[in-house]
């Protein structure tokens, strides 16, 4: 393996790079690291956690999962190191204390391993299809800055750096212009709220005086419009809190009987499919430590999800288990998830072919994603032709 050096022999700067690959995988701390024989070395840092991880931190390379992805060229990752099934007995996460964990080859053009990009978190965070593909993609530009600095002369190495001034500073625009987006949906989500609740106070007023059944309809079915009203609002701030980084605000607190709170939540979600019977097997802790609306919200979501795609008559399965260290909660359908859908099935506004476009949002599956996570867990799918579809929440019970 080769050292690189600029041409004042320090590193160039991967900022905007590192802060690129926080924002996709949702970790706090992300590196560029170099690969010796038998050395990783930081060379560029960004730690948000305080971990106290900075450039020029060393380590055996045995110690670290960068060996195994500088000799493979394959990536290694996990959402969780004490769930995932290959690396819960690897001494290197608790070692270095994350749990949470992407790392990618950079490949140089002529095809020598340089060294890794990596993103880490002492907490789980979801690592999905999408985030893997953009490390890959930035992996490329980080090999691209460091071929740079190996090939060009002193002359062009001048326009070489503005050149990636300049695009670190259309990354930081389109960053900004984004947030822009994100925080007018959060705002006119909120201020939607007012006119809202006057609505309901005046249908409430006019149902005091209405005498006919003609005008009781027309309440009730504008009571049902203000229903919906809210909950399309409650979603949209659930969205714009997501993706500008803060996070679904959750009210944890000791729950009793969550098995039976959640038992009426499911039957309440699936009143409107009178079609799809519900079958519920719950078998939970007395007392949960958790923010039970929200869990509520996930399962429901999840339910709508199996009536909406599983096969009419066939029945929706509740599951919930837990253990000394985890509860898991399952929904299970018949019917198979399209190939074309599975990688996108935790991106907001996603919809399947078929689906009309009055069914919602879209936000359905990604905002139960987001309250698994904020919870510390996660939540998966599996889905076959022979066996149907399991989405699996797994939520640690000492959140």
Sequence with gaps: MRRIPSKDGTFPSFHSCLELACA????????????????????????????????????????????????????????????????????????????????????????????????????????????????????????????????????????????????????????????????????????????????????????????????????????????????????????????LGSGLALRIKPCTGLATILTRVSQQALAPYPGCPLEIDLDLPEVVNCDVDRLGQLIGNLLINAAVHGQQGEPIVLRGRADDRDMTLEVQNHGAIPEGSKDTLFKPFHRSGDQRLDSGLGLGLYIAAQIALSHGGTLTAASAADTGTTFTARLPLSH
Excluded at 65 to 89: E, K, L, M, N, Y
Excluded at 96 to 104: D, N, P
Excluded at 152 to 164: G, I, P
Aim: charged share 20%; hydrophobic share 45%; glycine share 6%.
């Design 24 to 243: 996709v995988s949702g970790m706090r701390v992300a590196l560029v690291g170099e690969v010796s024989n038998d050395e990783w070395r930081a060379i560029h840092a960004l730690d948000r956690a305080g971990m106290g991880i900075s450039a020029g931190l060393r380590l055996d390379l045995i110690n670290t999962f960068c060996r195994d992805v500088t000799a493979t060229g394959a990536a290694v990752w996990f959402s969780d190191s004490q769930q995932d099934p290959i690396h819960c007995s690897s001494p290197i996460p608790a070692a270095h204390g994350f749990r949470s964990y992407i790392s990618v080859p950079v490949v140089l053009a002529d095809g020598q391993v340089y060294g890794t990009l990596c993103t880490l978190d002492p907490d789980p965070r979801q690592v999905t299809d999408e985030s893997l593909r953009a490390m890959h993609a930035l992996a490329k530009v980080v090999a691209e800055q460091v071929g740079a600095v190996e090939h060009t002369s002193s002359a062009s190495l001048a326009h070489s750096e503005q050149r990636l001034q300049a695009s670190e500073m259309v990354n930081s625009a389109l960053r900004e212009e984004g947030r822009e987006r994100e925080e007018f949906i959060a705002v006119l989500a909120h201020d939607l709220r007012n006119p809202l609740q006057a609505i309901r106070v005046t249908s409430e007023l006019l149902a005091l005086s209405a005498a006919s059944p003609a005008q009781q309809n027309l309440l009730q079915h504008l009571d049902d419009s203000a229903d919906r009203m809210a909950e399309l609002i409650d979603v949209t701030l659930d969205f714009a809190r997501g993706r």
